[in-house]
């Protein structure tokens, strides 16, 4: 096992995108390696850390740095701390980046259509009703990560998919053994050799360009500004999948 064990694994992405269950998953396996593991989940601290907050940005901004304050210590004390949290500010995350060092971000996606389908709590549809103010890609926008080292798709990737990509980023950062993931795995898992500096940046780069071109080429969607782009989820996504259902009830009601 490597000398300095500690890590932060930061999931970050929208409410109800399986950011708890992918860091349970991880947690239970690490475990299984002798890792020492603590979750820092989001919805589980509220009361212990940030009490008497709101949903304001600034809050939000607050609720990030006190949980990356807290993962710090952990990390540099030789535990594996995940950190599931919708964080949707990309300075936050990335101020965390610099002070933790030993950092991997895991951006878990889902479209805004998928979560509002599956959503068995209700909170979108009351926020797309207006109950729930400053509720993050509905009302108030997500930032997704430029270049994280890995990417979920967990409208059409199980949790194991997601771990499995995961697993693979911590051993090609040298923060995990070959021999552990073995015991995890079943399976003897090699190290890719990471990208130059810049050259992931650069990657990353050309990769939102290709979407911003292929976003463009839609024939049915409005030419968005070049410079604006798919920076972040807005609210008009969403209220975009309301409005069927909104003509349907009119059509009702005229009936």
Known sequence: MASNTGFTLWLTGMSGTGKSTTAAYIAARLRQVGRNVEILDEGELGEALWAGLGDGKEDRTTVVKRLGFVASLLTRNGVAALVPCVSPYKPGRE?????????????????????????????????????????????????????????????????????????????????????????????????????AKGEKAEKAEKGGAKARRAEESKPAAKAPKADKGAKARPATRAARVAKPAAKKASKRKAR
């Not at 009351?126 to 798709?153: D, M, Q, W």
């Open 95 to 195: 101020e965390n980046r610099r002070t933790i060092g030993r950092y991997v971000e895991v951006y878990v996606d889902c479209p805004t259509e998928k979560l509002i389908e599956r959503d068995s709590t209700g909170r979108y549809k009351k926020a797309l009703n207006g109950e729930i103010p400053n509720f993050i890609g509905i009302t108030e926008p997500y930032e997704p990560p430029n270049s994280p080292e890995v990417t979920i798709h967990s409208d059409v990737e199980s949790v194991e998919d997601g771990a499995a990509k995961i697993f693979q980023s911590l051993l090609d950062l040298g923060y995990m053994t070959t021999e552990e993931l073995k015991i995890i795995t079943g399976k003897k898992m090699k190290a890719n050799p990471l990208p």
